[in-house]
């Protein structure tokens, strides 16, 4: 989205915050509850004349000519601020599925006189609970003549009582106008917020019809699909309100002689309702994108939106009331008002649980990527990657995999050391491949973040390993943002060959997750450190070359203030690397001793004792790339096989589970975007980047887990299962993600960073 396109979004939602501050105070929609039709005719036709019901409609037939942007910028404010008007039913489904058919002048008038507020209007399209696509079946169709009626009935209708007609789907499948009246029989149905939905008896109703064929069916849909997106704006809109209005509550009631919110386990949970509301957010943003090209996945993307919000909205509703006690339970407090609007919606147009599965079947119907041949998609030397179309960047990808990676080294079960992925490293070297977000200044593709997913994700399908990438992901990104420019020439082209190769040292026996606490000194000897004390947790350091580290530089300073980052040769006399073996078996970590080792001073980064802010930069970078996709995505092509295998895929509560996993990485990718878009752009990584870390761990901790529970009897060998495609460790994925959750600081520590730094909350 564009900087034009995000300021008419922040236009749109500033008028919608001034239209509701007036119309959508909680004392007009208490006192509209369960009420007929139970909304004013005349706030509507303010609504009409504000043009929020012609947002969608294009300015040659008398619209704004704006988009779903700009629409769900609106109703994300009205579920801050909820309207009894039924916006969305009655000023989004029905323009959504007028504009989905063809022009003609019954349709072009009734888009005229709804968008205009003239006629408030409703579609009535449903018979049975649980249905997610229309078909017209329920509602018979008598042409007698020139004259058609309807007979039947259409449940979960809204407007019903006070509408002046409605949109009828009936058998055929066929779309007809049917105006109010006395052979249409309305029964209100109140809903759990106090709105009102109808069902509709149509006795022998004349009715105008307006489409008919596969094409009344496929426009209904279509208007279904973009109002359920538009529903997880205002379920979002919901989230967002509750939450703040949570959070401000922690702050400032006291109890016990301090805020509540100091209590760790309530600032845990609520860092958890932020890593919520940020996916769902994530998740209707990347939506938004996606439908612009890719409006081909309308169906799957709207499950998925719907999902997401849906679930967070009633999630956090549900907390806002646990949080608020017993006031929380009382109808005079607002709360209440929000939770059971988010029900309303949730269980309108499919809840959750419905369009999880759906998105599923949706996504396990779509081809896969179709594998290259030959290796003449492979772009010759010097091409700018990144500006290669996604279908041929992601055919490149696929055909320098195929033709440069290791075959034994696929979807390897472990890390592996230097000397079984270097070839492979120097294959990406010599490519220019080496270094994806990387300036091309320095040697990099500096590939956009949609581009850096498509990287990972062919990666990720193909089983390629992750590389010794300390030096790339880490220290590179550090040397461009703080070294010297010598500096950055002495060691950036090094990391790029291969010819450097880099381990981290932050981690002490004592000082993990603490970092602050670390006792490894360097102090200042002429013109070099002399650098004395141990690290530990070492990744691979047996096969590194080099090692960053941070070392204490001044005794008597505050904890942070007195450390520096140093730049050490491992082949420098003084140092021992001791192996240590995992719980997996695997010798990938290591304890680096230090013993009156001589480095230069020029190898100091930044300035002395200014090493926190590094590290803290670092540390950033790192918890974007432990928060990347692509071990999750990995962990669930696994389970997807083994799925496949053993037809578990038939088993319905198998697939429930499998719909969960696969949206909850769908919302990381999503997430993951937004954060490697700062990157892109040179912004520094906020504390906020955290959640991700939080998220892509827990996300591959459950992905793990089930894939040794789906594997029987297998989940306890440490031998692999004979697949069609090639032998599964199914405990593999489950000791990586084990670790992930700790290293990087573990996600208990970075809740309790989240509560003070980004929440707010008192320690």
């Known amino acids: 989205m564009n900087t034009a396109d995000a300021s008419i979004d922040e236009a749109f939602r500033d008028s919608a915050k001034q239209f509701l501050a007036d119309q959508a105070q909680p004392a007009r929609l208490r006192s509209l509850r369960l009420t007929q039709p139970g909304f004013d005719r005349r706030v509507w036709e303010a609504i009409a004349n504000a043009g929020w019901t012609s947002i969608l409609i294009p300015e040659s037939q008398g619209g704004l000519g704006l988009g779903l942007r700009e629409l769900t910028a609106v109703v994300e404010e009205i579920g801050r601020r909820p309207l009894p008007e039924p916006f969305v039913a009655a000023g989004v489904q029905p323009v959504a599925l007028l504009l989905a058919l063809p022009p003609g002048p019954l349709r072009d008038r009734l888009l005229s006189d709804i968008s205009s507020g003239r006629i408030l209007a409703g579609v009535a399209w449903q018979s049975r609970a649980g249905e997610m696509n229309a078909t017209g079946e329920g509602l018979a169709v008598d042409q007698s003549g020139a ?208 369009h999880r599965l759906r998105h599923l079947a949706l996504q396990t119907s779509e081809p896969a990527h179709e594998r290259p041949a ?182 008597q300073a505050k904890k942070q203030l007195g450390i520096s980052f140093l730049l050490v040769d491992l082949q420098t006399p003084g140092i021992t690397v001791r192996p240590i073996r995992n719980i997996a078996g695997d010798e990938e970590f290591c304890e680096v001793f230090f013993d009156q080792v001589k480095v230069p001073h020029q190898n100091l980064v930044g300035q002395l004792n200014a090493g926190w802010s590094i590290a803290k930069a670092l540390l950033g970078f790192e918890r974007l790339f432990v928060g990347s996709p692509k071990t999750c995505n990995h962990a669930l092509g696994l389970l997807r096989q083994l799925a496949l295998s053993e037809s578990l895929f038939d088993d319905r509560s198998f697939a429930a589970e499998f719909a969960v996993l696969q949206l909850d990485l769908a919302d990381l990718q999503a997430l993951y975007a937004g954060y490697a878009d700062m990157v892109k752009r040179g912004e520094a990584l906020p504390p906020s980047v955290s959640l991700l870390k939080i998220w892509a761990t827990e996300t591959y901790t459950r992905i793990a887990a089930k894939l040794v529970e789906v594997a029987a009897e297998h989940g306890g060998d440490r031998t692999e299962i004979p697949l069609p495609d090639g032998g599964l460790d199914p405990l593999a994925p489950l000791f990586n993600a084990t670790i992930t959750t700790i290293y990087g600081g573990s996600n208990e520590i970075q809740r309790n960073i989240l509560a003070r730094q980004v929440l707010g909350l008192p320690a």
């Not at 009382?330 to 059971?340: A, N, R, V």
């Not at 977000?437 to 399908?461: R, S, V, Y």
Request: with cysteine.
């Open 374 to 555: 030959h290796t003449d998609d492979i772009p010759p030397l010097g091409t700018d990657w990144a500006q290669l179309p996604e279908d041929e960047f992601r055919r490149a990808t696929r055909a320098f995999l195929d033709a440069n990676y290791p075959a034994q080294h696929r979807n390897a079960p472990r890390r592996l050391h230097w000397h079984e992925i270097k070839e492979w490293y120097f294959a990406l070297s010599r490519q220019g491949l080496i270094a994806p977000a990387w300036p091309k200044e320095h040697g990099g593709m500096a590939l956009p973040p949609d581009k850096i997913l498509a990287f990972i994700e062919e990666f990720e399908e193909f089983g390629a390993a992750r590389l010794p990438d300390q030096g790339i992901i880490n220290l590179g990104p550090v040397l461009i943002k703080h070294g010297t420019p010598e500096q950055q020439r002495q060691w950036l082209p090094k990391i790029l060959s291969g010819e450097h190769v880099w381990a981290q040292g932050y981690s002490e026996p004592n000082a993990g997750s603490d970092l602050a606490s670390l006792r490894t000194e360097a102090v200042r000897d002429g013109d070099h450190f002399i650098v004395n004390g141990q690290k530990i947790w070492t990744t691979l350091a047996q096969d590194a070359t080099h090692i960053f580290l941070l070392v204490r530089t001044d005794k």
């Open 147 to 354: 004259t058609t009626t309807l007979s039947g009935s259409r449940q979960w209708v809204a407007p019903g009582a006070g509408a002046d007609g409605w949109l009828v789907l009936a058998e055929g499948p066929s779309l007809h106008w049917v105006p109010a009246g006395p052979q249409v029989r309305v029964t209100s149905t109140p809903r759990v917020d106090g709105s009102m939905m109808a069902r509709l008896q149509f006795d022998c109703a004349a009715a105008q019809a307006i489409c008919t064929g596969p094409a009344a069916a496929a426009a209904l849909n279509q208007a279904n699909d973009l109002t359920r997106i538009v529903q997880a704006a205002e379920l979002l809109g919901i989230a967002r309100h509750v939450y703040e209005l949570t959070l401000d509550y922690l702050k400032t009631r006291i109890q016990f002689d301090k805020p509540i919110g100091a209590n760790q386990a309530l600032q845990h949970r609520m860092v958890d309702a932020l890593l919520a509301v940020e996916l769902s957010a994530a998740c209707l943003r990347d939506v938004l994108d996606r439908l612009e090209t890719h409006p081909g996945e309308r169906a799957a993307l709207a499950s998925r939106a719907k999902a997401r919000a849906a679930d967070t909205a009633i999630r956090l509703t549900r907390l806002a009331v646990q949080f608020h006690g017993a006031i929380g339970f009382t109808d005079e407090f607002q709360i209440g008002l929000y939770w059971k609007r988010a029900l309303h919606l949730e269980t309108w147009l499919g809840n959750a649980a419905g």
